[in-house]
């Protein structure tokens, strides 16, 4: 990983190898706009409106929904000040992974990048299922072969490899397309329902603290805050980003903003196309359907049909944005040798972390596979499991992130803003571990309500980080005997 300091010019791509079998460095030429849909990608804007806010409406707090979304970004965007503040500092592809190292240490650090693989390795296996499952219906909805839900999650799994495996830039163009359609069609839908007025008229009833307060707010706040899942990849592509020392932080600000803001103005819009007072009952009625019942009587029922399509190319981006982040965190501990040396050798053409792609695609392969077999629901039973698994891991990640800022500028002292290094650090950590603990208050209903399967679950969190300790650990011992032999 690299260490700036604040005069430093972003270091340029690095040369080949000298055996010529990689890169030490990766390339690529993505801007502040880039980014930005790599990370809006990831949150996948109509999965969260479509499928994730009528289960808020329905069982947390109802109509207060909006103010949710307005809570986890402002908690973000604490967060993000001195993780943007960071990013001027160290640029690499690990970014949690490397923060933390640099921090609190690499062991812990090593401890980081385990949980952060296995929020990515999770979330992405979830969406998988998802994906299938939406891709079936709709195959079968147009007249096509009824194939098992797998058989299409194994063919996006194809996709997803190959575009993973060139170039970011390829990636980011593909995604760039996807992201404007999925956000032109809620955009749409949200105009049509404010300008119709919504069921009621126009109110503001959402964003008042009896709103926010009433039903369960801790689930909604769970669920708002996994919506912003893959944020993290603003630093991820530092080094394939132009001029990554402006280019991180401003992208970090922007993605956290666009999406707090869109997620509120959209979850308003379809609580007013309800009703404030009847949108609870409405999506316990109808949780899969509500967001297109509201597409299809606010502008029509063909937009709902693109909508419904749409929600296939919303999952199918934030899988690609997910794959992406996964083979930049193997590449970065395959770089520091703490995963097979391999994995941190970039193609000599497309500049990528190709064989860290490709060991991406063979874990998701295996992972879901063990679902396949087992005979697991897609939806009930993979996604659900799998979101809920990233959900607590990545909380955990972010808190250590944020006491390793602070801990990294009180020591280096190579910035001395308060604000930047030490308050907003601060005040970040504490909002996380505040929406830590109402996430495991209400991770038994996350994940469906087994409290046995919630401990396995929480242990294998646990087992994640230990595993990347003692991963430090050992290469540290072989480091220190090789150097003494």
Known sequence: MSELSPTQPAPAAAPPSPDGTGH?????????????????????????????????????????????????????????????????????????????????????????????????????????????????GLVVQYGGPDLPWWVWAFVLMAIVGLLGYRNIDVGTKVLGVLLTLEVAVIAVVAVAILVQGGANGIDAQSFTPSAFFSGAPGISIMFAIASFIGFEATAIYGEEARNPRRTVPLATYVAVVSIGVFYALSSWAIVLAFGSDDVVAAAQADTAGLVFSAAAQYVSPAVADIMAVLLLTSIFAALLAFHNAVARYLFALGRERRAPAVLGRSHARHGSPHIGSLTQTASAAVLVAVFVVAGSDPVLQLFTWMSGLATVSILVVMVLTSVAIIAFFARTRVDRRIWHTRVAPALGALGLVGVTALVLSNFTTLIGGDATLATVLLVVIALAFVAGVGVAAATQRRAVEHADS
């Open 24 to 136: 030490r460095g990766l390339r690529g030429s993505i801007g502040v706009v880039g980014i930005v849909f790599l990370v809006v990608a990831a949150a996948a804007p109509l999965t969260a409106i479509g499928g994730a806010l009528p289960v808020m409406l329905a069982i947390g707090n109802g109509p207060g929904n909006p103010m949710a979304y307005v809570v986890a970004a402002v908690v973000l965007l604490l967060f993000s000040v001195g993780y943007a503040a960071m990013s001027r500092h160290v640029v690499d592809a690990g970014a949690f992974y490397a923060y933390v190292s640099k921090g609190l240490g690499s062991r812990v650090g090593v401890g980081a990048a385990g949980l952060a693989l296995l929020t990515y390795t999770a979330i992405q296996a979830g969406l998988y299922g998802l994906a299938g499952a939406t891709a079936q």
